[in-house]
């Protein structure tokens, strides 16, 4: 089955890599990222920005021309970046911006709304968050009134799957990805979202899966395709993410 990879890294020793909370991430480049994709029928895909590349933006700029047009890029900036800087990496196949709660290295949610709205009217990038989903509670209020959201690996954990889906039943997407790292019934996080809303979950491989107690295993797209009929796999596994990033 045909796949969109809506969420992996790219690390790339030849641009700045920061330690984050005592971790430095193994060199993954792209030739590694198509030698571990070879086997599937990869037809696009995200590369995140991970906290251990702060604000960055060479490396990616330098792995989506190597990727090419079907890939874009997920990247985190800070709240003083120009108009004119968020044109140019829209220019070059970015297509969100990044808040990484959990590990930190962008910028924290104070920022959220006015960082969201601004690239949203200038670029049309949605914004994806790396957050514990028990946690939305707080920021549920700004998280509603905002055009395009995400949220990272099922929202983590069991405690905030409740918080999760009262924001998909009001437009919010999820990325079904990560599932070695998550605190949570993975199958029945994906039928509870599904059924909330079937344009919410989109798969991502999130290769290297870097921290991740379990990486990403051929296993975790059984899972989908267990759990779904074919045309619902689909969607989770290729038309969602591909309409969120480049039809919307």
Known sequence: MKLFDAHFHIIDYEFPVFENQGYLPPSYNVVDY?????SFEIAGGAIVSGSFQGFDQDYLVKS???????????????FTVSDEEIEKLHMDGVRALRFN???????????????????????GWHSELYIDAKELPS?????????AISIDHLGLSAAGLPHLLRLVDR???VKATGFGRVELNVEKALKEIYQANPEALMFGTDLPSTRAKRPFEMEDIKIIQGLFNEKEAEKILYKNAY???FMR
Not at 64 to 74: A, D, E, H, Q, R
Request: hydrophobic residues 35%.
């Open 34 to 38: 198509q030698r571990d994709t070879a």
């Open 101 to 123: 709660v959990k590990r930190g290295g962008s910028k924290d949610l104070s920022k959220l709304d006015y960082l969201a709205r601004r690239v949203y009217d200038l670029a």
């Open 64 to 78: 989506l021309k190597l990727l090419g047009p079907t890939f874009c890029g997920v990247t985190q900036l800070p």
């Open 243 to 245: 309409y969120w990033y």
């Open 171 to 173: 437009g919010v997407r």
């Open 139 to 147: 920021i549920a209020s700004t998280i509603e009134t905002l055009p």
